[in-house]
C-alpha cells in the first residue's frame, strides 16, 4: 500500500485566515491558539494571501467570500485551487455572512471542508475548530490516497471510516469519494450499483449526476436517458447533466450533437469559462464561426480579473473575428474587420511592453492583410516566418497554420498543421475534440486552398461565364467550410437550379439540392433571402417533376 506520511501535530499546522475584517482574524486566531496551534498568517486581501501562498503550504485555509480585493472570495478560492495552493488534504473553511442560496450552492461546488456563517463568536469557533481537526486527522489518509489516485487505496480507507460513528455527518462525503474512485477505476458497473444503492438513502444531486455517468458510460441508452431527461429538469443537476451528454456525444464522435448540447448550457450560464472553452472548440469542429467569435467574446468578458484573464484571450476574440470575417459578405465583413482592427490596436496600447505577443500580433496582422486584399504585403511578411521555430501555445500555431495558407504558402501551413497533430493528445474532452479538429483542417487544407469568400467569388466569375460545373464545385467547397452560411447555401442553390434547366442533375447533385434545404431549415433569412430560396426551389421542383 501507498506510504502515507505522518501527520502534523497541532503545533505544526500552517494557517492561513483571509478575510477583510480585522475583528474575524482575532476571534479566529484566539480560537486557534486555545487548539495549541501558533503557526497562523492573516491576509486581508488576495493578492496577500496569494504571496503567503508562493512560500508555505497551508494546511488550513479559512477564507471569506467578502475579501477587500478586486476577486471575491469564491473566485480567490477557484485561484487557489487552480495554482495547486488547496488539495484534498487542504481543511478549507469558507466564512460569510451572505447565505443566499445562488452563494452556497456555488461554495458547495468547490467542496469546502465547512462553511461558518458570520458573525462568528469565539466560544463556538473554538469548539468547531477542535471538532474539524479531529475529523480532518482521521480522513487524512483517505483524502491523501484520493489525492495521489490510489483509488483502491482511498476506497479501503473509505469503507473502514463509514464504520466509524463519529463520522456520521461526513459519510455523504466519504461515499462521494467511494463513487469517484470506483468511476475513476472504470469499474462502471461497481460505481452504477453503489450510486442505486446511496439513491435509496440520499437525495443528493451528486447521487444523481453520478448514476447517470455510470449508465452512460455502459451505454444503457435506455436507461440513462429516462434518467438525463428527469436530471435537465432540475436546477441542481442541469448543467452537470449538460456536461455529461455533451462528453458522452464527443466519446461516440457525434459533435453537432455534442455542440448542441453545450450550446444549450451556456445560453443557461453564460458566465462559465470551461463551457464557453467546450463551445468555441466544438464551434470549430462544426464549422460554426459565429458561435466561435461569440464563444471567445465571452470568455474574455466573464474571465476579467479572474485566474483566466490574460492578453491571449484578446489575442483569441481578434482571431475568431477574422476567421469570421473570411465567411461574411463585404459590408458586413469590413464592418467587424473595422472592431478587430481597434481592438488590435487598444490591445497593442496595453501590452505595448509585453514583447512577446510580437510575434502572435504580427501573424494577426498578416491575416487581416489578406482580408483586406493587401495579399502581396501579407505574402511578404509570412516569407520570413518561414524559418521562424513554432509558436508557444496551440492556438499561436494554428493561427500561423491559417496565415501560411491564406497567402499560398501552402507547404509551410501543411508542415506546422502535421506538427501540432503530433503535440495534441486525445485523453481529454478537450483533447478529443482538438485532435479531431487538427485531423479535419489537415483534410480540409490539403484539398480547398482559398477562403470561403475566396471561393464564393470564383464561382461568382464562372457562373458569369456561364462556367456551372466550376462554379458548383466551388460553392460545395465554400459551402464545406462554412456550412452555417445561408448566402453560400443559397448561391449553391442558383446554380444547381440553372444545372437543372440547362443539363439536368446528377444523383450527387440531387442530393446536394437536399443538402442545401436541410441546412436552411430553421433558418431566420431576410426577405430578398426567402424569395431567391423559394425561386431556386420551385425551378428544381419543375424539372424534377418533368423528369419523372
Not at 155 to 160: D, L
Not at 457 to 484: D, G, H, I, T, V
Amino acid at each position: 500500500m501507498i506510504k502515507i506520511p505522518e501527520q502534523k501535530s497541532n503545533a505544526d499546522i500552517e494557517v492561513l485566515i483571509i478575510d477583510g475584517q480585522d475583528l474575524v482574524h482575532t476571534v479566529v486566531r484566539g480560537a486557534l491558539l486555545d487548539a495549541g496551534i501558533e503557526k497562523v498568517k492573516s491576509a486581508h486581501n488576495s493578492d496577500s494571501a496569494l504571496r503567503f501562498c508562493q512560500a508555505t503550504r497551508f494546511d488550513m485555509v479559512l477564507i471569506a467570500f467578502d475579501v477587500k480585493s478586486d476577486k471575491d472570495g469564491f473566485n480567490l478560492l477557484e485561484e487557489m485551487k487552480f495554482k495547486g495552493y488547496i488539495t484534498k488534504t487542504t481543511c478549507v473553511i469558507f466564512l460569510s455572512a451572505d447565505t443566499s442560496k445562488g452563494l452556497v450552492n456555488c461554495v458547495v461546488e468547490m467542496e469546502p471542508t465547512d462553511f461558518w456563517v458570520k458573525p462568528l463568536d469565539r466560544l463556538k469557533v473554538a469548539k468547531r475548530i477542535g471538532q474539524v481537526i479531529a475529523i480532518e486527522k482521521k480522513l487524512y489518509a483517505l483524502r491523501f490516497c484520493f489525492d495521489q489516485g490510489e483509488f483502491p487505496t482511498a476506497i479501503y480507507y473509505a469503507e473502514r471510516q463509514l464504520q466509524d460513528s463519529s463520522l456520521t455527518l461526513y459519510h455523504p462525503h466519504i461515499n462521494r469519494l467511494i463513487g469517484r474512485s470506483l468511476f475513476n477505476m472504470k469499474e462502471y458497473q461497481g460505481a452504477q450499483e453503489f450510486y442505486e444503492n446511496l439513491a435509496e438513502k440520499y437525495s443528493y444531486a451528486w447521487v444523481q449526476v453520478g448514476l447517470a455517468a455510470t449508465l452512460l458510460k455502459q451505454k444503457k441508452i435506455d436507461e440513462a436517458t429516462e434518467l438525463t431527461s428527469a436530471l435537465l429538469l432540475r436546477n441542481d443537476t442541469k448543467f452537470a447533466t449538460y456536461d455529461l451528454l455533451a462528453e458522452y456525444h464527443i466519446d461516440n464522435e457525434d459533435y453537432q450533437q455534442g455542440y448542441e448540447i453545450i450550446q444549450e448550457a451556456t445560453k443557461l450560464a453564460p458566465r462559465s469559462i470551461e463551457r464557453n472553452k467546450k463551445s468555441w472548440n466544438l464551434a470549430r469542429l462544426n464549422h460554426d464561426r459565429m458561435g466561435q467569435y461569440l464563444a471567445t467574446r465571452n470568455i474574455a468578458k466573464y474571465a476579467k480579473n479572474s485566474i483566466h484573464d490574460s492578453p491571449a484571450l484578446q489575442l483569441n476574440v481578434i482571431r475568431s473575428g477574422s476567421d469570421l470575417a473570411g465567411t461574411l459578405s463585404e459590408t458586413e465583413s469590413n464592418k467587424l474587420l473595422i472592431n478587430t482592427e481597434k481592438t488590435l490596436e487598444l490591445l497593442k496600447q496595453d501590452f505595448a511592453a509585453a514583447s512577446d505577443l510580437g510575434d502572435q500580433i504580427t501573424v494577426i496582422e498578416v491575416r487581416l492583410l489578406n482580408l483586406r486584399q493587401n495579399k502581396k504585403q501579407a505574402e511578404q511578411v509570412m516569407l520570413q516566418h518561414t524559418r521562424a521555430s513554432a509558436l508557444k501555445n496551440f492556438e499561436d500555431n494554428l493561427d500561423k497554420v491559417k496565415a501560411f495558407h491564406e497567402v499560398g504558402l501552402w507547404e509551410q501551413s501543411m508542415r506546422l498543421l502535421e506538427q501540432m497533430k503530433d503535440e495534441v493528445g486525445n485523453d481529454s474532452f478537450t483533447g478529443k475534440v482538438l485532435s479531431e479538429y487538427l485531423e479535419q483542417e489537415s483534410k480540409e487544407r490539403q484539398d480547398i486552398r482559398y477562403s470561403p469568400k475566396e471561393l464564393g467569388e470564383m464561382a461568382s466569375a464562372y457562373y458569369k461565364n456561364k462556367r456551372y460545373k466550376p462554379a458548383y464545385n466551388l460553392l460545395c467547397q465554400a459551402a464545406q467550410l462554412s456550412p452555417n452560411n445561408p448566402n453560400i447555401t443559397i448561391s449553391l442553390l442558383k446554380v444547381l437550379a440553372i444545372l437543372a434547366e440547362v443539363e439536368g442533375l446528377t444523383e450527387e447533385e440531387t442530393e446536394s439540392v437536399s443538402s442545401c434545404l436541410e441546412a436552411l431549415e430553421g433558418v431566420t433569412l431576410s426577405e430578398s433571402q426567402q424569395v431567391k430560396l423559394d425561386d431556386y426551389n420551385q425551378r428544381i421542383d419543375k424539372v424534377l417533376e418533368t423528369e419523372q
